[in-house]
């Protein structure tokens, strides 16, 4: 089996006498897409946090690529393609749509012969997206379903190894769902990149995802296939139960 591309072992995060994460390990492979699913509250986005350099853990570590990278910057793990998009968008709203791609390519040089590949790249991505047709858009004028393709097509610009996608779906319509998961699939398959996904629609992690980690309370709850996961008590009693920030198991 082919081995873990970044790995996350024995995370802790507190905040105040608070545990948001306890002792969690997760790790995604190159070609994977693994789903991340838990109740409100449950720390997937603290996780993410973690793993993309937000947020430093107060135990555990992280790996990239067999290097620990716990101590490394958020800018650090972006150079070396580890993109992530965000649970509440975070475009350039003043900057159309394909400048919105080319600000994530900058660091290599806006200027110069590298230009015009730079220009290429993001129009090959916004036709992968569908999103060509809006090009020299705005980007802050875009309904919430666009917003998340453009989000997505940015993280894509810079060609990555590793994918964190904090809710892609939410705010999407079908259409736009069945175009972000062929998108993910296709990073995944042709492209070999690493994909964690979180996402509170859960039928939609289910039929994208071949691997399904479970949070709950900041603990590693359940992990397997959608199937195991589907079927294990607890994650139903996690997602059915009483207990606060119970979300529906079967919900979109």
């Known amino acids: 089996m082919t081995s873990a591309l970044l790995h996350a072992a024995g995370v802790g995060v507190r905040f105040g006498g608070v545990h948001a994460l306890r002792d969690v390990t997760v790790s995604v492979r190159p070609g994977e897409v693994c ?29 990239f690529a067999g290097e620990d990278i716990t101590r490394r910057s958020p800018a650090w793990r972006a150079r070396h393609g580890i993109r992530r998009t965000f649970q509440r968008q975070q475009l350039f709203g003043q900057l159309t749509v394909a400048d919105n791609l080319m600000v994530a390519q900058d660091w290599r040089g806006g200027l110069g012969p590298g230009a015009r590949r730079h220009h290429e790249r993001a129009a090959a991505v916004l036709r992968e997206c569908g999103l060509d047709a809006l090009t020299d858009a705005y980007a802050g004028a875009l309904p919430v379903g666009q917003a998340r393709m453009v989000e997505l097509a940015r993280a894509l610009a810079d060609p990555p190894r590793v994918l964190l996608l904090d809710e892609p779906a939410s705010g999407t319509t079908a259409e736009e769902r069945r175009r972000l998961a062929a998108v993910v699939r296709h990073m995944a398959e042709e492209k070999q990149c690493a994909v964690l996904l979180v996402e509170h629609n859960v039928p939609f ?24 996961v589907r079927a294990d008590p607890a994650v139903r009693e996690a997602y059915l139960g009483t207990s606060p920030g119970a979300a529906e198991f079967g919900g979109g």
């Open 205 to 228: 992690v289910m039929e994208l995802c071949s691997r399904v980690v479970v949070l709950d309370l900041g603990r590693v709850l359940a992990e397997g296939t959608a199937d195991e």
């Open 35 to 63: 789903g991340l699913i838990g109740p409100n509250g449950a720390g997937k986005t603290t996780l993410f946090d973690v793993l993309s350099g937000i947020r430093r853990p107060d135990g555990g570590s992280v790996a």
